[in-house]
């Protein structure tokens, strides 16, 4: 049971270089996420999917891209990256709810630094 | 604007004592209101949810409170442990069916329980 699996876990980069995370869940959740944190500020969320083709921006998207075109895979894009995207980025999965709580599963993490 | 207040310090407990975290917000009305727990270096872990509802909640030595009329929910862990350090963070739910539009976090209290 591998639960949520993000890649790579630590990646540098240059400004203006390009780069994709990958989130891979066998949970068969409808739902993902992907949330940002850094110090001080908790996280955020960047961009969530309710399920295969869909997606939606969240509290913080701009800078970023995401694709589910498999309902086990939410790949986070950043195009051309900038120092302020220095970041830890986790990605999350949660079960579709009719009623009932939205509790989320999250991977380990990938640390991101843009230089 | 919506806000969720924690405990910014870090907190201090004796081992054997209760170890009382706070969550409060503003402008908001969760469904639900979860407590994580994460460790450095990894992803946030769910550990209780208690429903708008409900007063208390308990799981074990942990227990929590909610209080829609102060906007408030308190964590508590009796009998702590040095291996309770972490940081813990609330998280406000607010659909009560349907939604996908993810959690909003605190920012998280940095527990340290000393033998």
């Known amino acids: 049971n591998a639960g949520v699996t993000q890649t790579p876990k630590f990646r540098v980069l240059k400004t203006g270089q390009s780069m994709t995370l990958l989130c891979a869940q066998d949970?068969?959740?409808?739902?993902m996420y992907w949330y940002r944190q850094d110090p001080g500020m908790g996280l955020r969320l960047i961009h969530y999917s309710v399920g295969e083709g869909t997606t939606a921006k969240g509290e913080v998207p701009d800078g970023y891209n995401v694709s589910r075109l498999k309902k086990q895979n939410f790949l986070l894009g950043l195009e051309s990256a900038a120092p302020s995207q220095t970041s830890v980025y986790f990605c999350?999965?949660?079960?579709?709810?009719?009623?009932?709580?939205?509790?989320?599963?999250f991977g380990a993490g990938s640390r991101l630094t843009v230089l | 604007s919506q806000k969720i207040e924690q405990n910014s310090e870090a907190l201090n407990i004796q081992e054997g004592k209760t170890a009382t975290l706070t969550c409060n917000y503003t402008n908001y009305s969760p469904a639900y209101l979860q407590w994580y727990r994460q460790d450095p270096g990894r992803g946030p872990v769910f550990l209780l949810l208690?429903?708008?509802?409900?007063k208390e909640k308990r799981k074990e030595r942990l227990k929590v409170t909610f209080d829609t009329t102060l906007k408030q929910s308190l964590f508590h862990i009796t009998a702590s442990q040095p291996a309770d350090s972490a940081t813990y963070l609330c998280a406000l739910d607010a659909a009560s069916g349907g939604g996908a539009d993810g959690l909003t976090f605190g920012k998280g209290t940095h527990l340290i329980i000393q033998p």
């Open positions: 949970m068969n959740h409808e739902y």
């Open positions: 208690i429903r708008e509802n409900e």
């Open positions: 999350a999965s949660s079960y579709h709810r009719v009623a009932g709580a939205n509790v989320l599963t």
